[in-house]
């Protein structure tokens, strides 16, 4: 069976199993999940030291994942530990801030990121230009409150974060706006059924490019299809 990893950087087990379970929703039949939590850390990132303090991890957890995987996913929006990750394995690994600003990006649309960590708004808009897609982003929009209380009450979290959304796309220009989190996995599939306008899921777009890497023959196929 095809297995995918999917890799918290930060140490809340609750975190994981909500991950999990939302790339579990976005794979065919026979393809299975596994979800693994650093051993330590903080149980959510809110800064870019943080941020970097967990790619380390993200490595050792990608490579001893990489006996078992067929593609592994790092779920921290900042995608710590990515590109060495990739430089010591030969299978497909995609981070959630990168896919969700491939697949935001696409056509040329502009993309602002709704989120609840103003201390990693830098990392967010390093990525954009690492990737070439600063002239597409409109920059980041934040919650009010405290981001660890907020995670604590998801209909606040999710009413702060359509706040953000509509901010992103009344006041910036954005056409399409990123959940910025994988802690928000949930409250992003939300604001996906609540809101008219084009919101990106981080995890689940990491899961359909990770299949599409994956499966390189099979995405053509369904592209001459349509």
Request: aromatic residues 4%; proline residues 6%.
């Amino acid at each position: 069976m095809t297995h995918i990893v999917i890799i918290n950087p930060n140490t809340s087990e609750a975190t994981t199993a909500m991950m999990t379970d939302i790339a579990r929703q976005s794979v065919p039949a026979g393809i299975s999940v596994e979800g693994v939590t650093a051993a330590r850390g903080v149980p959510m990132i809110l800064n870019g030291n943080e941020l970097a303090a967990s790619a380390d991890g993200v490595v050792q957890m990608g490579l001893t994942a990489a006996s078992r995987a067929d593609g592994i996913i790092v779920s921290a929006f900042g995608d710590p530990g990515l590109e060495p990750l990739r430089q010591m394995t030969d299978i497909p690994i995609i981070g959630i801030c990168e896919a969700s600003m491939l697949e935001a990006a696409f056509g040329g649309r502009r993309f602002g990121i709704a989120t609840v960590t103003p201390d990693l708004v830098e990392s967010f808009a390093a990525k954009a230009v690492s990737l070439g897609l600063a002239n597409l982003f409109t920059g980041t929009r934040l919650t009010s409150g405290d981001p660890i209380s907020l995670s604590f009450e998801p209909e606040r979290l999710q009413t702060a974060l359509a706040i953000a959304v509509k901010e992103c796309l009344d006041f910036d220009g954005a056409e399409v706006v990123i959940i910025g989190g994988g802690p928000l996995g949930r409250a992003a599939a939300q604001l996906q059924q609540q809101l008219s306008a084009p919101v990106i899921a981080p995890i689940e777009s990491a899961t359909k490019l990770l299949l599409k890497r994956m499966f390189p023959l099979a995405s053509v196929a369904a592209s001459l299809a349509q």
